[in-house]
Nanobody
Framework: QVQLVESGGGLVQPGGSLRLSCVASGSIFSIDVMAWYRQAPGKGRELVARISSDGNTNYADSVKGRFTISRDNAKNTVYLQMNSLKPEDTAIYYC????????????????WGQGTLVTVSS
């Protein structure tokens, strides 16, 4: 069994910063892509940023220059540093990973965390 657990969400004022963390645990063999998605109230889930196992990154246009995704492969952890936060960044942020397990090393599974709420408000 594999799970992703996010932390670091909360209430922050506009212009402030937060750092989200997501730890993957369980019978993991290797992790390919790790990513952050978000879902704002009344909207669909959207990709925020993703990072490959060798460190290549992609960002949504709305967060470029403000958010930074990084990962620690030794700790099976992905981070999202969020700066210059705006009210429109308010959403539940979900961690996502594409990984293989020790019982099936040749197949990639997509795993989601339960989400952490980020609220940007004065």
């Amino acid at each position: 069994q594999v799970q992703l657990v996010e932390s670091g969400g909360g209430l922050v004022q506009p212009g402030g910063s937060l750092r989200l963390s997501c730890v993957a645990s369980g019978s993991i063999f290797s992790i390919d892509v790790m990513a952050w998605y978000r879902q704002a109230p009344g909207k669909g889930r959207e990709l925020v940023a993703r990072i490959s196992s060798d460190g290549n990154t992609n960002y949504a246009d709305s967060v470029k220059g403000r958010f930074t995704i990084s990962r620690d492969n030794a700790k099976n952890t992905v981070y999202l540093q969020m700066n210059s936060l705006k009210p429109e960044d308010t959403a539940i942020y979900y961690c996502n990973a594409l990984l293989s397990t020790v019982t099936n090393i040749y197949r990639l599974f997509e795993v989601w965390g339960q989400g952490t709420l980020v609220t940007v408000s004065s």
